[in-house]
């Protein structure tokens, strides 16, 4: 079984960052792909970014557009997710999420086993 708790959440203002953090506990944390998923109100949950267990691939949603990036910390058994120029429409509930990997160099857009909490990222206009 796999916990996952998210940090870093806030308020920010438009064109601000934030950086959100994953500790992940409970398995072998390189066996596994991690990402970050979010929801809005009233929104289905949509993909945002994901990385291999290797570290090596990366997969970012469309919106995405060079804005976010996912990194993966193997001493601290971290995942984190850097925002940049971020906007409005980026407010949501933010998840971390882990399964695991079928090969080394993959990073899925879905089908993820285990979910943390969620932190709230909220951006002002």
């Known amino acids: 079984q796999v916990q996952l708790v998210e940090s870093g959440g806030g308020l920010v203002e438009a064109g601000g960052s934030l950086r959100l953090a994953c500790v992940v506990s409970?398995?072998?944390?390189?066996?596994?792909?991690l990402g970050w998923f979010r929801q809005a109100p009233g929104k289905e949950r949509e993909f945002v970014a994901a990385?291999?267990?290797?570290?090596?691939?990366?997969n970012t949603g469309a919106f995405v557009r060079g804005r976010f990036a996912i990194s993966r910390d193997y001493f601290k058994n971290e995942v984190y997710l850097q925002m940049n120029s971020l906007k409005p429409e980026d407010t949501a509930v933010y998840y971390c999420?882990?399964?695991?990997?079928?090969?080394?160099?993959?990073?899925?857009?879905?089908?993820?086993?285990?979910w943390g909490q969620g932190t709230q990222v909220t951006v002002s206009s």
């Open positions: 999420a882990a399964r695991l990997a079928v090969s080394s160099a993959w990073a899925p857009p879905n089908d993820y086993t285990y």
């Open positions: 990385v291999s267990r290797n570290g090596d691939v990366t």
């Open positions: 409970g398995d072998t944390f390189s066996d596994h792909v």
